[in-house]
């Protein structure tokens, strides 16, 4: 930008947030590769979740879960505009905003430049995490749709639509964690304003919680195991219904 002017700590320190933020999924991915952690166990979920849809007669609560998700979704993203307003009117906020801001002693910002910037990145991260919320709720309001035009088993495509309904639903919740992870690298952002290795610790910091939430904590370790057993399932179920009698099979 013209006429700003960043030292090397703080260049280094915007690079850091922005290979961190950009590319989160893909480097997480590629460091733990196939290994468990909560996103792709839960894909695994999911999947088995709408297949199990595909079967019931009665998919009541599976439209009550989603509209469940839909309000989560919904509530984050309003919370999304609240924190937005809250940036841009200290961003539009002009030179009364700034000396408020430096009047501070542990705010570290050398010129009004410097600390528009710094507040337009946390409004840049949180608006990102805006879209991604819109993009969730537009998923699973489709999912909803699919849920609702369920065929019924006699129809025989009850595998192959549980599927089909499962890689329309893990997207729109792919997009919703996206939207949940926003938070964490938008404070990481705002903490730029407390100077560059503020900014690169908390950045670094919402890494390291973000990963470990993924592989390390309790819930991980429940996911990854409710995984397994979703994966062994199929094969025990199949021996049963290969035993029944077949006048108790179900028509194709």
Not at 75 to 85: E, T, V
Not at 123 to 129: F, K
Not at 242 to 247: F, M
Request: charged fraction near 15%; hydrophobic fraction near 55%.
């Amino acid at each position: 930008m013209l006429g700003l002017q960043l030292s090397t700590l703080d260049t280094v320190a915007l690079v850091v947030f922005a290979v961190a933020w950009l590319a989160y999924e893909p480097l997480v991915k590629a460091a733990l590769g196939r290994r468990h952690m909560i996103n792709l166990d839960m894909a695994v979920v999911r999947t088995a979740w709408m297949g199990a849809m595909a079967r019931r007669e009665s998919r009541l609560m599976d439209s009550q879960l989603l509209g469940h998700t839909i309000n989560s979704a919904s509530f984050f993203a309003s919370s999304n505009l609240i924190l937005i307003a809250g940036a841009s009117g200290v961003l539009f906020g002009g030179e009364s905003a700034f000396r408020s801001a430096s009047s501070l002693v542990v705010i570290e910002t050398s010129t009004r430049l410097l600390f528009e910037v710094q507040i337009a990145l946390v409004l840049v991260t949180l608006a990102r995490g805006l879209l991604d919320f819109i993009w969730a709720i537009r998923q699973l309001n489709y999912t909803i749709a699919v849920v609702g035009a369920a065929p019924d088993e006699v129809a025989g495509v009850s595998k192959v639509y549980g599927d089909a309904a499962g890689r329309l639903l893990n997207p729109a919740l792919s997009a919703f964690n996206a939207g949940v992870r926003g938070y964490y690298f938008a404070l990481a952002a705002a903490s730029w304003i407390f100077g560059p290795t503020a900014f690169i610790v908390a950045t670094l910091g919402a890494v390291a919680v973000l990963v470990w939430r993924q592989r390390a904590s309790a819930a991980a370790h429940a996911i990854a195991e409710i995984r397994q057993i979703l994966e062994t399932a199929p094969v025990v179920e199949a021996s049963r219904t290969s035993a029944k009698p077949i006048e108790e099979t179900p028509s194709a």
